[in-house]
């Protein structure tokens, strides 16, 4: 059985295993719908399965991660929301050049998510009538560049994050 998040591969490991092409793949979570059985050899079968999340996601930075990563729909999420804490997770992380590299100029002055974006509206054509940013659709189009590894690659997690993280295990007093 592959089992995993949305929009990770499942469907294309099985492609692979199988030699050919027995899957629709797509480059957006949701492509497949149900589990379905496929036949590698007279030996091996495998059971694909649509991605699965938890009902409710409680934590923003793991929500953060997830949209960033391509595992939730763009349909389902608050586009400026999550262009907010992606922008302060790539500076903090990695620091204005990531910026400069995206907008392909030196030593732009992003003072927060907005400038960025109306740099990057401006860059990308994304104006409204009456020369008005579209935000809306230059934050999508962002958010799609980013999953799609077109600005470069990013880590999410490092070992470090992950030992420092609460994973909901019982605290030593006996908490959770």
């Known amino acids: 059985m592959i089992v995993g998040v949305p929009n990770v591969g499942k469907s ?4 692979r295993i199988k030699g050919k092409k027995s899957l629709a793949v797509g480059n957006r979570p949701g492509i497949t719908r149900g589990i379905q059985w496929i ?5 091996l079968s495998v059971l694909d399965t649509p991605g699965i999340l938890y009902t409710r996601l409680h ?3 793991i929500k953060m991660k997830l949209i960033a990563t391509g595992c939730l729909p763009l349909e389902q999420i608050d ?4 262009m907010k804490n992606i922008y302060s997770f790539l500076l903090m992380r990695y620091g204005e050049n990531v910026f400069d590299n995206i907008l392909k100029k030196q030593n732009g002055e992003h ?5 960025f974006l109306e740099s990057y509206s401006k860059k990308n054509g994304f104006i409204k009538r009456r020369q008005e940013y579209d935000y809306e659709r230059a934050a999508a189009h962002f958010l799609i560049n980013l999953t799609k590894g077109n600005f470069g690659r ?3 997690e490092t070992p470090d994050d992950i030992e ?5 295990e ?3 007093n006996g908490k959770s």
Not at 39 to 43: D, L, R, S, T, V
């Open 111 to 115: 003072v927060d998510y907005v400038t």
């Open 79 to 82: 586009l400026f929301e999550a």
């Open 59 to 61: 934590s923003p930075n």
């Open 39 to 43: 036949k590698i050899n007279e030996q």
């Open 170 to 172: 019982v605290s030593h």
């Open 12 to 15: 294309t490991l099985i492609n």
């Open 154 to 156: 990013f880590s999410y």
């Open 164 to 168: 420092s993280m609460d994973n909901g």
